[in-house]
């Protein structure tokens, strides 16, 4: 696939440099421009973005953060059942737990809620970090959602991190997930709370929590650009995709079918 002259490989991270240092220098300044493309492509053009990763992975398929990045690109495409192949892979070579959400995720996208929920009481979850221990939580709950167990995925939400004043990266998507689940629940004024709280903390643009808020309060938005201008078009109300085998089951075969299109927590 053809790289952009404005790519070089240096902007890569130092630590994936490093391991792209183990092959032969033209061989390693390859694959770095192919990561960068991965990186660059995978918010916008997620097709794309994986199609450069399968070059980097045919490249050099025994760097760990090759086979990373081929996991994130898969599962920005919903192939779960490839994206769990690459992650465990890649966690086999690092022995880290970083991506242990993101798997247990891909399970529920392969419609695996309930190894999800093994993974969530697993030894590694106490290893992650913070931001790893909110993205399993997120994770958890869509898995009960997945198995109908509303009230639980409410519960499992219920947390410092969701009660706190503080604005953190994770902090919109949980409050969004919260809201949306309280809405399902038919607990609209609370909902609409939280989808407002989820506006306050979402700088970026990470969720759709305005246009939820927006539809709650009964505001339609027109297509300006529209050749037909006669009919309002509706706020979209699209969920927010997360971020993330069970816990004796990361060593198995690799070879399960992709599941439907997972739902969002």
């Not at 990561?35 to 980097?56: F, H, N, Q, S, W």
């Not at 909110?134 to 939400?157: C, N």
């Amino acid at each position: 696939m053809p790289i952009p002259e404005d790519v070089t490989g240096e902007e890569i991270d130092r630590d994936v440099r490093q391991e792209l240092q183990s092959l032969p220098k033209t061989l390693a300044e390859d694959v770095a421009k192919n990561l960068v493309m991965v990186a660059r492509l995978i918010d916008e053009d997620p097709e794309g973005a994986y199609g450069y990763a399968k070059v980097a992975l045919r490249l050099a398929s025994r760097v760990a953060a090759v086979r990373e990045a081929t996991g994130f690109a898969a599962y920005a495409t919903q192939k779960y059942s490839e994206a769990l192949a690459e992650f465990r892979a890649a966690r086999r070579m690092t022995g880290g737990v970083e991506l242990w959400p993101l798997m247990a995720d891909c399970e529920r996208g392969l419609g695996r809620p309930e190894k999800a929920l093994d993974m969530a009481g697993a030894p590694e979850v106490q290893k992650l970090d913070k931001a790893g221990q909110v993205e399993m939580r997120l994770v958890t709950a869509g898995a009960r959602r997945d198995l109908g167990q509303l009230e639980a995925a409410i519960v499992t939400l219920q947390s410092p991190e969701l009660a706190s004043n503080s604005i953190q990266p994770w902090t919109a998507r949980l409050r969004y997930a919260y809201a949306d689940a309280l809405l399902e629940a038919g607990r609209e004024d609370e909902a609409r709370e939280w989808f407002a709280k989820a506006v306050e903390s979402d700088k970026d643009g990470s969720t759709d929590a305005s246009d939820r808020l927006a539809e709650m309060d009964g505001v339609e938005f027109v297509d300006a650009l529209g050749e037909d201008e006669d009919g309002p078009v509706g706020a979209h109300d699209d969920d927010v995709s997360d971020d993330d085998g069970d816990k004796g089951d990361h060593d198995e075969d690799d070879d399960d079918e992709d599941g439907g299109e997972r739902r969002g927590v």
